[in-house]
């Protein structure tokens, strides 16, 4: 008797774990779609590519270069040391990625966003990774 509820206890969980495991991949998929659509809905331009130099001409209010500033301070940290490439821009916005693996040529969304009309800055937590069409980003060149 003993061995026959132990049994269907041990079922029960079984079958318990494998439905929530279901369910859990359900709401992945969800979110994983829902992510999907929003990066779509956004205006990605990658760095070094015709459509960023276009956006270039056009003259943001803040250049490349005042961005880089704007960074740096953000991060205390002096002009010629580097913290993190810029691979897009993304609604206006230059992306400083927290995160690029340029062996699989990704890079996060995720890190400091400098506004190129205002100036405006803000860190985004998002860890969604985007192909860049540029190897290794902007950075500003210390070398000038």
Not at 54 to 81: D, T, V
Not at 113 to 121: K, N
Request: aromatic residues 16%; proline residues 2%.
């Amino acid at each position: 008797m003993k061995y026959i509820q132990t049994k269907k206890i041990i079922i029960f969980f079984l079958i318990s774990f494998i439905l929530i495991g279901c369910e859990n991949t359900d709401i992945r998929n969800k979110k994983n779609l829902e992510k999907s659509m929003e990066i779509q809905k956004m205006n990605i331009i990658h760095y070094d590519t015709k459509e960023f130099k276009n956006y270039m001409e056009i003259k943001p209010r803040i250049s490349l270069n005042e961005a880089w500033i704007l960074h740096q301070k953000y991060y205390k940290r002096p002009l010629n040391e580097m913290v993190y490439s810029m691979y897009f821009l993304i609604n206006n916005y230059y992306v400083f990625s927290s995160y690029a693996e340029d062996k699989l040529m990704e890079a996060s969304i995720e890190g400091l966003w400098i506004h190129s009309q205002t100036g405006e800055i803000k860190y985004v937590k998002d860890k969604t990774m985007i192909s860049p069409k540029n190897q290794g980003g902007w950075s500003y060149n210390i070398f000038k």
